[in-house]
């Protein structure tokens, strides 16, 4: 019988209770595409963020003071220490190691070239140095694990851009020109500090994809050293627009240091700082220690890649580390505020139909109670009714939200969030929760309604 | 209108027939009306407080001399004086620089390098290190970093200099200690009034004043460059470069690739992820209040069987709905939007630290939307035209 109520109660006015539904089901929608864009959100634009570049820097601990002005270091190949490239796949074997987004060693070294085979032993005393920046691009790198894992400049520092032409090759000779420098030596000729010296029978054109680099190496003159070929031309907006950008081996071979690099950098994804992240971890207690070691913190997975990579000191690049931390957690504030908006507006308008549909009951609430229903009686059968309502309208509301939801993640960024039963969980019992509060207050006033005056009219 | 008074006769009647109602409709229209005003205040500042935030990247314009791309193609040892003139620039072009963009301040600040050598006093250990000379509103303004062993006074000091913390570890010094520096012949020193930690180049070098760089490297008046942190959208950006390179036509004046592109990528993400969520909310707000207060509307059918009972044209009726529904808009919307730019007030200081400004132009677009929602509510009443009256009093339909 009470079924049967409940049943006839809903087939007998199907447009009221659509309307009622159709409340819910908005209000809920809202909530589920804010709640799993919210849910999704940090995750996505923390990756984001690692379009700023690296953010963990790799030296070595025991190294002379490098001379660095404007990213060119100006020490001799032959001072401070190095590390060896061997040891990068330990990178992938750390606890955060998923965390570790891209990694690129570099060498750095300087040599003197020319687009000309001028001859066989040209005097290139008097030649500029020409910085040489040895780097991974799309690099197959070996992990203890026995896998392989991908990686290179192009992923930590992704504002590198290919101006013409594409990216070398390993093992080819192949090099990469910054855009400054192809521009500046496009002359043929010895590349003199104004180009005085180049051959009045050479013709101008940039250097690009196609040209040939003849380097010479040492201080003093006749050492030729392999001849390149220039397949690209990249713009970086940094120093390395008057560098050429060679493969790291061949680097390596040019400074006649093989095996290892100079410098790393590490792009990890990483949780922002908060108070505790800023406490020192010498003076943690273990449970703390713990907790702090096992959270995505920066100085965390620093620690965990000098434990690894044994003899280096590791750095925080504190202005992509710091100004990534501000931006995202004032960004998921705002986010979880604009969620909690929705949630508040979504209740809002769920309780206030909900409270309509009772009031506009009266008739029937004295109807029944004139029939002997008690006011028990009354009240639950209301709440089952507006419960059904809830989960129907709440189940709809959540497929239109994740549908919502689809669509924003994919204007924005370019990816869906998915589904998650959470999210499915928190919107059915916050229906319930609501369209019960929402006619609790109405459903206690109906309670105690007399039922003569209402079956009169009054 | 002749019958105007009991127009509004019959519209107080039906406001306040039924407080029960009025309160549930205003409720509704109040709160819809603050979530529209507070979250439209609030992204129009998170907007422009999100740029503000970025300048936590540290310094994003570099003024550097127009020929400084052969910077790197020679090795500064081998560099002649006038080679090393040509690398700099005059520092009156300092005074050129606009300390102020769109109504925010702009840090400039200066710097010289030398590759001198460096001692801590009282070893004569001399080892080669780049010496930094800056001018202007100090390096954290433009490269955030952590100073630590700050001391104030020292800080004031004509021959203060701060240390990067590769460097200090190198020379075992820390604060208070004195650093000798020297560069072919010339001598200076300098008290460390802090050791800062970029995890940049600034780790391994050494800044001190203008001045002392100035006359260790020979090239009293000269600069380097010259790093600016500018606030701003990255169009702003950009037009900010524009501007400064056509007032100094001497300096090659660039933003620097990485920030400017991760930022105008972030900007354009966050933004839009902000405006497409407000305008969501928004949009179901409004279709949730509306939903709600049709719900409440159809529950009107009596008096609309009895106004057409006694023969009221049902487009009398209607535009007596309409009435209702406009005074109650903007009731609910006048008070609900006030309340939502408080709350936006103090969200902005929950979320960014600093109070929302309230924006006006706010208040009546929201007030506007309210009222538009809430005569969008009362659309369901034209329905009732087709009431037949009898129908209404016999309890059916």
Known sequence: ?458 | MSDSPMFWRIVRRLLTSNYSRLFVILLALGAGAAITSALLNLQIDAKRRLTTEFRSLGANVIIAPRSAGNGGSSTSSSADETDARQRTMDEAMLAQLPTEYERKYVPAVAFLYVIGEVAKAGTLHYEPAVIAGTQGQGLTEIRPGKRTGYSAELASDPAACEVGVKAAGQFKVAAGDELLLRNQGRQASCKIFAVIATGGAEDTQIFAKLETAQELAELPGRISLVQMSVTGTPEAVKQFIANVSEKIPGADVHGIKQLAEAEGKLYHRISGLLSATVVLVLILTSLCVMAGMSNVAIERKNDVGLMKAIGGSIRRVVRLFLAEAILMGIAGGLVGSAVGLVVSIWLGKAVFGVAAQPRWIVYPISVIITVIVSIASAFPLRRLASISSASVFRGEA
């Open chain 1, 1 to 458: 019988m009470f079924l049967r109520l409940v049943a006839d109660s809903f087939t007998r006015r199907p447009k009221r209770k659509m309307l009622t539904m159709a409340a819910l089901a908005l209000g809920m929608a809202v909530a589920t595409a804010a709640l799993s864009v919210s849910l999704d959100v940090g995750d996505r634009l923390a990756q984001e963020f690692r379009s700023l570049g690296a953010n963990l820097l790799v030296t070595p601990e025991a190294d002379s003071l490098p001379l660095e002005i404007g990213g060119v270091d100006y020490r001799p190949a032959n001072a401070g220490a190095y590390l060896p490239v061997e040891d990068l796949g330990k990178l992938k074997t750390i606890f955060w190691r998923f965390n570790i987004m891209a990694f690129a060693p570099i060498l750095e070294t300087q040599v003197k070239a020319s687009p000309l085979a001028v001859d066989n032993v040209p005097d290139t005393r008097g030649w500029p140095e020409i910085p040489v920046i040895g780097t991974w691009v799309n690099h197959q790198v070996k992990i203890p694990d026995g896998t392989t894992y991908t990686t290179g400049i192009e992923k930590t520092n992704p504002w590198w851009q290919l101006k013409e032409g594409r990216w070398f090759e390993e093992g080819n000779n192949e090099c990469v020109v910054g855009k400054n420098f192809a521009e500046r030596h496009g002359l043929a000729g010895p590349m003199g500090p104004s180009g005085a010296s180049a051959p009045a029978s050479a013709q101008r054109s940039d250097l690009g994809p196609g040209s040939e680099l003849y380097t010479y190496t040492g201080n003093a003159n006749r050492a030729p050293g392999p001849a390149l070929h220039v397949v690209g031309v990249v713009d970086t907006g940094g120093p390395e627009d008057d560098a050429i950008i060679v493969p790291l081996d061949l680097a390596q071979k040019l400074a006649g240091k093989p095996g290892v690099y100079r410098r790393l950098y590490v792009s990890a994804l990483t949780k922002p700082e908060d108070a505790f992240a800023r406490k020192d971890p010498k003076t943690m207690t273990p449970a703390e220690f713990d907790t702090w070691y096992c959270t995505p913190y920066i100085s965390a997975i620093a620690l965990q890649i000098s434990q690894e990579l044994k003899g280096t000191d590791v750095r925080v690049i504190r202005r992509v580390a710091e100004g990534e931390g501000n931006v995202l957690t004032r960004v998921r504030t705002l986010l979880w505020l604009v969620t909690f908006a929705a949630l508040l507006a979504a209740a809002l308008a769920v309780g206030a139909s909900a409270a309509a549909s009772v009031i506009e009951r009266r008739t029937e609430i004295g109807l029944m109670k004139a029939l002997g229903a008690g006011s028990g009686l009354v009240a639950v059968l209301l709440a089952a009714e507006q419960l059904l309502l809830a989960f129907v309208g709440g189940g709809i509301g959540y497929c239109v939200g994740i549908v919502l939801a689809r669509l924003l993640g994919e204007r924005i960024f370019g990816f869906a969030p998915e589904p998650k039963m959470f999210v499915l969980f928190v919107i059915l019992s916050l229906a319930a929760l609501i369209t019960l509060l929402g006619s609790a207050f109405p459903l206690r006033r109906a309670s105690r309604y007399e039922p003569a005056p209402i079956l009169r009219g009054e």
